[in-house]
């Protein structure tokens, strides 16, 4: 499989087409994603025409955009015009954006080709994509095995060579834990940083667009693309990412010790893997510091409450009235509870009812308030931080991908593998996941490192550095 | 943390959603037990502290409140369950 850059490249020097691009895409999908189960639908005529406009374009000359030719996924949860989008859940059933998100728009005004629609957790709630309700996702390493989620068929194509890259979107780890996964990369940009016009929200305090590739260079490029100000978006920031002068000599790297010293609940292969990383750096110039994220412990608890409460107050919108599958019922409200009874899936259901009962009289301050307090002093926590290191390395799962099925029932398990990707989101950083080798078992295992807000630019240096080190 | 289901019962009301008698049993339970999980969080001292409700301390963003034409009207009216002309429509909502 050619990563995007190659891609590009190739394209731009006539020694490749977008259609002969696309259709080497459409030939391994069509070989192995019966098995793997990354697409929920494979547009394959508008990609087609969408190719052919680009290899006219390189045919009469004209300038090709940055990402030509290039095909992408994009999650299920992100409008594209004239295309059917579900967020894996059954309340959508049949429904067809009648516009295109911004994200996806920048990618189309670059020439890259959307090739289809990738499986998630219904809504982006999950960390398995087994909440689908529409298919199950194997994790192509390891097909008994969860790709992650809730991007996981995102993750899923670019692992198995479906494309180069594929967009995901991250609330709590829903980018970085399905990449680590699967053994790719998944970069969380800064919280601000990608339009979410066409995203369908789920918490909206959290989520954020981000791209997963097989190459640091192809996230680098992806994200050159999706980052821009978009006044669709009222959260999106109008700075862009910094450019800093790099120098990996002394770089500063973060371990937090509650991480580190005491790696409770984290596994031997990624402790292993971990350390190894930490190696790679030192011997790449940089020092290592301790430093203290003291109320990373409550950071799971409170991100329940806070993404909960916000996507109760965000699901609202399916009712049955405008748009999705609906039920007959003899009043309106009776509409809309027996419409969201049928279409929603039982995490859904879990949270929403989660959200609303912290949101409720006489329990907004015991939960939703004292949450966002304690997301107040993990800011702290990682303000003090960063004053000791430039960025911090952390695991992104405290195991490598688990069996399909064995924590589908216990959703307090199935949450804890997001441990150390929420606080990214709470704090409103940039977070990326790389690899950093495999189990003894041949399963992926992945490293994340945490920047300051709007210092992607260091994380992707720094990544390449560890890979020369190696 | 127990949820009784007289609770969940209010709680799905409030979500709008019709649950079965056995979801409400798996409910009562789940969410009890995610609930005790959370109530971990009394643990932290927050007596001084500010919530933070976003995180990168966005401004107002305002502009005029001018409508603009959506390119494809007939793409949003069509995914309306029950249309009628140019109407969505909806079951009686004043009794």
């Not at chain 1, 409770?264 to 893997?273: C, I, R």
């Not at chain 2, 409400?24 to 643990?43: F, H, P, R, T, V």
Request: net charge neutral; glycine share 8%; hydrophobic share 40%.
């Amino acid at each position: 499989m050619l990563t995007a850059v190659e891609t590009v490249k190739l394209i731009k020097e006539k020694k490749l087409t977008a259609l002969t691009a696309l259709e080497n895409c459409f030939k391994a999908i069509k070989e192995r994603d019966g098995e793997i189960g990354a697409f929920l639908e494979v547009f394959e005529n508008s990609a087609r025409a969408q190719a052919a406009a680009v290899d006219a374009k390189a045919e009469t000359g004209k300038p090709l955009g940055r990402l030509a030719g290039v095909p992408v996924a994009i999650k299920d949860n992100m409008a594209y015009a004239g295309h059917r989008m579900t967020c894996g859940s059954k309340i959508l059933e049949g429904y067809v954006s009648p516009y295109t998100a911004t994200a996806v728009q920048r990618l189309i005004d670059e020439d890259a080709v959307i090739i289809g629609r990738a499986n998630m957790d219904e809504f982006a709630m999950g960390s398995s994509t087994e909440n689908s309700a529409y298919k199950k996702t194997k994790n192509p390493a390891d097909t008994a095995c969860v790709p992650g989620g809730s991007s996981g068929g995102s993750a899923a194509a670019v692992a198995a060579g479906f494309c180069p890259i594929a967009l995901g979107s991250d609330t709590g780890g829903s980018i970085r834990q399905p990449a680590a996964f699967c053994g790719v990369y998944g970069l969380k940009p800064t919280y601000g940083l990608v339009s979410r016009y066409g995203l369908t929200a789920f918490a909206s305090s959290l989520d954020q667009i981000g791209p997963l590739t097989s190459t640091v260079e192809d996230a680098e490029l992806a994200l050159s693309v999706l980052a821009a100000h978009d006044p669709k978006d009222s959260t999106s920031v109008k700075k862009p990412a910094l450019e800093r002068p790099f120098n990996m000599k002394g770089l500063r790297v973060g371990l937090p010790k509650e991480y580190f010293s005491d790696m409770k609940g984290v596994s031997g292969e990624v402790a292993a893997a971990l350390d190894t990383i930490k190696n790679k750096l030192r011997s790449a110039g940089a020092v290592t510091a301790e430093v203290s994220l003291p109320n990373s412990v409550y950071a799971l608890a409170a991100y329940y409450i806070i993404s909960s409460s916000e996507a109760s107050s965000n699901l609202g919108r399916f009712d049955g009235i405008r748009y999705g599958s609906s039920v007959k019922g003899a009043s309106l409200a009776d509409v809309y509870r027996k419409t969201r009874a049928r279409g929603f899936g039982p995490e859904v259901k879990r949270r929403i009812m989660l959200g609303v009962y912290s949101l409720s009289s006489g329990y907004y301050d015991a939960y939703y308030l004292k949450a966002q307090k304690i997301r107040t002093l993990l800011k702290r926590d990682f303000d003090a931080a960063f004053t000791k290191a430039d960025v911090i390395l952390t695991p992104v799962s405290p195991t490598t991908a688990f069996k399909l099925g064995e924590k589908i029932d216990d959703p307090v398990t199935m949450y804890l593998s997001d441990i150390f990707t929420i606080p990214c989101n709470l704090a409103g950083l940039a977070g990326i996941s790389f690899p950093a080798g495999k189990s003894a078992a041949g399963m992926p295992v992945g490293a994340q490192l945490l920047a300051k807000p709007f210092n992607e630019g260091l994380l992707f240096n720094i990544i390449r550095e560890v890979e020369r080190a190696a | 943390m127990k949820i009784e289901k007289k609770d969940v019962e209010y709680i799905a009301d409030l979500s709008r959603l019709e649950l079965t008698g056995e979801e409400k049993e798996l409910y009562s339970a789940q969410l009890g037990d995610i609930l005790s999980w959370m109530d971990e969080l009394n643990k932290a001292d927050t007596s001084k502290v500010e919530p933070t409700a976003h995180i990168l301390g966005l401004e107002n963003v305002l502009r005029s409140d001018l409508p603009e034409p959506f390119p494809d009207r007939e793409a949003i009216l069509k995914l309306a369950p029950q249309r009628e002309l140019d109407f969505i429509k909806v079951p009686k909502v004043i009794e």
